[in-house]
């Protein structure tokens, strides 16, 4: 049975930290990323990380503020989150995939193949 389970989310004010956690299990995944979905709004892709960990992909707008990482041995993938603003409140995702992705569609939601049930951060502000 394959599961994604996230943690760490909560309540933070503005410039605030937090780290996201997911833990893996079921099977051996590929790449993996942390997506994002506000209130009316598409889910859209915030980090992405390779497989063995060594390649990375952020989107334009938590560039220098959030760091994925990831430890193959504890099978969980990790965001953490510096200098949180108002519009990062969204509930936070956890998706991996099956086999390897090319790094030009890495950060493409309709590449994942297992998702978690999210969990919420909320930035007061």
């Known amino acids: 049975q394959v599961q994604l389970v996230e943690s760490g989310g909560g309540l933070v004010q503005a410039g605030g930290s937090l780290r996201l956690s997911c833990a893996a299990s079921g099977r051996t995944f590929s790449n993996m990323g942390w997506f994002r979905q506000a209130p009316g709004k598409e889910r859209e892709c915030v980090s992405a990380?390779?497989?063995?960990?060594?390649?990375?992909y952020y989107a334009e707008s938590v560039k220098g503020r959030f760091t994925i990482s990831r430890d193959n041995t504890k099978n969980t993938v990790y965001l953490q989150m510096n200098g949180l603003k108002a519009e990062d409140t969204a509930v936070y995702y956890c998706?991996?995939?099956?086999?390897?992705?090319?790094?030009?569609?890495?950060?493409?939601?309709?590449?994942?193949?297992?998702w978690g049930r999210g969990t919420q951060v909320t930035v007061s502000s």
């Open positions: 990380i390779s497989g063995g960990g060594s390649i990375t």
């Open positions: 998706a991996a995939t099956r086999l390897p992705i090319t790094p030009a569609r890495a950060m493409d939601v309709r590449k994942y193949d297992y």
